[in-house]
């Protein structure tokens, strides 16, 4: 594979991190990825990323920061984030992963979370490879009728 480079993600990347979403989970629901990566829609808490080969966006990788959530000061939240099946398992989510972080350590934010499907094996073991664990947090879900 030819050399990864991670960039910062720009609005004109929303087709390919399209692509990569719907080639990732056909069934999931479509997301407007040109709203979310417009800069007047972002803010500077944000840090979204792209891996690029050979000038094709390859992976993705957005998060956001919260303060004063559930008892924590501040932290970053990884919200977003895919790399296209068929380079999976070469390092890429990885490079992307170590760019967010190098991020939210500049910005002295210590905690970075993320929320994984308790039955997505493959990303939950991807996660846990950069050193997530469980935390002290329960996630919990209502259905708004």
């Given at each position: 594979m030819s050399q990864v480079k991670v960039r910062r993600i720009r609005k004109e990347?929303?087709?390919?991190?399209?692509?990569?979403?719907?080639?990732?989970?056909?069934?999931?629901?479509?997301?407007?990825?040109?709203?979310?990566?417009?800069?007047?829609?972002?803010?500077?808490?944000?840090?979204?990323?792209?891996?690029?080969?050979?000038?094709?966006v390859v992976g993705y990788m957005i998060g956001?920061?919260?303060?004063?959530?559930?008892?924590l000061d501040k932290c970053a939240w990884i919200v977003l984030f895919g790399v296209d099946p068929k380079l999976m398992g070469q390092g890429i989510g990885?490079?992307?992963?170590?760019?967010?972080?190098?991020?939210?350590?500049?910005?002295?934010?210590?905690?970075?979370?993320?929320?994984?499907?308790?039955?997505?094996?493959?990303?939950?073991?991807f996660f846990k490879t950069l050193g997530f664990d469980r935390s002290e947090f329960i996630n919990l879900h209502k259905v708004l009728e």
């Amino acid at each position: 594979m030819s050399q990864v480079k991670v960039r910062r993600i720009r609005k004109e990347d929303a087709p390919q991190v399209s692509r990569i979403a719907r080639a990732i989970d056909k069934a999931a629901p479509a997301i407007d990825f040109r709203r979310i990566l417009d800069p007047g829609f972002r803010t500077s808490s944000e840090a979204g990323f792209v891996a690029e080969v050979e000038g094709k966006v390859v992976g993705y990788m957005i998060g956001t920061v919260s303060s004063g959530s559930f008892g924590l000061d501040k932290c970053a939240w990884i919200v977003l984030f895919g790399v296209d099946p068929k380079l999976m398992g070469q390092g890429i989510g990885k490079q992307l992963a170590e760019k967010v972080f190098e991020y939210y350590r500049k910005r002295k934010i210590k905690n970075v979370l993320t929320t994984v499907k308790w039955d997505s094996t493959d990303i939950l073991s991807f996660f846990k490879t950069l050193g997530f664990d469980r935390s002290e947090f329960i996630n919990l879900h209502k259905v708004l009728e």
